[in-house]
């Protein structure tokens, strides 16, 4: 029997552990079979990882619990999985993403820039449905007629506000359309109906005004997201019912409508404690669409979403080493890492989102309540609570003994808002980037996307 608790029960005694992601070996732990330790040897710290393979697990599962409800259900209506390029433009992960035959959802006009340069190197076709969200810029709407006139067949841009229709040019055939629904909020936020679409009250009516007889454009989505994400609450089912309802009303003096967009905000697993039931609320989804369509007397829908931390977060992970231990007082101690988290995990300073952190190795020590802090001088450069407790608990570090942690599940948004290989606070350099693939099982294979960002290109952008 030992006599002081090490890290490995702790963690084994809070969670269900260990679970398929996240497993030990040798003391150390591996993320989706990746032997972490060895990749920090080989590539230094700190690092950032992504395992591809991921990926196309993330999409296929989505593909076939949607198909096994449409099936249970014997809903007419097809589902379509778009990926929502916002969370992670990267070469690789979009052909990675494309792999799997998903269509596209933008957000601005260098998406059809994007768009082209994947056609040009025959990653995807004409055919690829893409589906236009936001508030758009000319430019923007410009970028859509113009693909719509080269030649792409299903570009669907889903209209923000009632003045956009008006900004479209012309195109030789109707242009298939989209609307978002406004979503009213939940209690937390400041204000009470999304900035983003159009109210709900005014969607039939400018149908019926605008739309009906418009020989340029034919409607064929109602478009409604849910910022806080897809969940079993009251709050998610009133608003997911709300825009249902305008569904109906709308197909039944519609008859080209036919795509449900729920958007994206499907969960990611957030914490060891994560036990969301992706397949009783994909079900649920259409179990309501089709019951709610069939007393209501219209066909159901195809069903779109456009996933982007569903798809891309749980492919990536951010890796920091411990510099060194300060004592500040006699209840706090810090571990002080050799990165920034403002800088590479913007979301945890932005917005207090907690990641899934656990150290790579020490498994074995005793454990301590630690505050974890960043590199940048800025008071707000810290990690100390985890998703489902307060406070941080890491191994003691031993004298000679180095430790190295991972935020795990961080492959969404986070290169993006940091403005990967720019301007950094401190001019810390963005780590480098390694890239994982397995073709085989049990075959990996490692590719340096970047290497550390160097002084020259920090200093460059900044005019030196
Ligand atoms: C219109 C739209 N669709 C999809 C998404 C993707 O959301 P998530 O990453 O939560 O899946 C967003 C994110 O902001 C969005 O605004």
Request: proline share 4%; with cysteine; aromatic share 12%.
């Amino acid at each position: 029997m030992r006599s002081n608790p090490i890290y490995q029960d702790l963690i084994e005694q809070t969670f269900d552990f260990p679970q398929r992601e996240f497993t030990i070996e040798n003391n150390s732990l591996q993320f989706n079979n990746l032997p972490l330790m060895e990749i920090i040897e080989k590539y230094g710290s700190p690092l950032r990882i992504t395992y591809l393979p991921k990926i196309g697990q993330q999409i296929q599962k989505a593909r076939r619990l949607f198909n096994a409800a449409i099936a249970n259900n014997d809903y007419k209506g097809n589902y379509v999985y778009c990926y929502c390029t916002k969370s992670n433009h990267f070469s690789f992960i979009v052909e990675e993403a494309l792999k799997s035959k998903v269509n596209i959802e933008t957000s601005s006009a260098f998406d059809f820039n994007l768009i082209t340069k994947l056609e040009e190197k025959k990653k995807l076709t004409k055919d690829i449905t893409i589906v236009c969200n936001g508030f758009k810029t000319q430019s923007y709407m410009d970028n859509i007629t113009k693909a719509i006139n080269s030649g792409y067949k299903n570009v669907i841009p889903v209209l923000d506000n009632l003045d956009e229709l008006e900004k479209y040019g012309k195109t030789e055939e109707p242009i298939n359309i989209g609307m978002r629904i406004a979503a009213e909020e939940e209690p937390k936020y400041e204000f009470y109906t999304s900035r983003l679409g159009i109210r709900p009250n005014e969607i039939v009516p400018f149908y019926k005004d605008k739309i009906e007889n418009n020989p340029n454009f034919k409607l064929k989505m109602l478009h409604f997201f849910i910022d806080t994400g897809i969940k079993d609450v009251n709050y998610y089912w009133t608003e997911f019912h709300k825009s249902l309802k305008i569904y109906c009303e709308l197909k039944k003096i519609c008859p080209e409508l036919n795509c449900l967009n729920l958007g994206g905000g499907m969960p990611i697993k957030q914490s060891l404690a994560f036990d969301f039931d992706y397949e009783y609320m994909i079900n649920e989804i259409v179990t309501q669409i089709k019951t709610t369509c069939q007393q209501q007397g219209v066909e159901e829908p195809d069903i779109f979403t456009e996933f982007g931390s569903y798809t891309v977060g749980e492919s990536g992970c951010v890796i920091f080493s411990v510099l060194g231990q300060k004592k500040q007082n006699d209840r706090e101690t810090w571990y002080m890492l050799d990165g920034s988290l403002m800088n590479n995990l913007p979301d945890i300073w932005g917005l207090s989102q907690r990641f899934i952190m656990l150290p790579v190795n020490l498994w074995n020590n005793e454990y301590t309540q630690v505050n974890l802090g960043g590199i940048t001088c800025d008071v707000g450069d810290y990690y100390n609570s985890d998703a489902h407790i307060n406070q941080v608990y890491l191994p003691n570090i031993k004298e000679g003994e180095r430790l190295h942690i991972g935020f795990f599940n961080t492959g969404a948004y986070q290169d993006t808002l940091s403005g990967y290989g720019g301007i950094k606070h401190c001019l810390l350099p963005s780590p480098p980037h390694v890239l994982i693939d397995e073709k085989k099982k049990g075959e990996l294979t490692y590719k340096v996307f970047a290497d550390e960002q160097t002084a020259e290109s920090m200093l460059s952008i900044l005019g030196y």
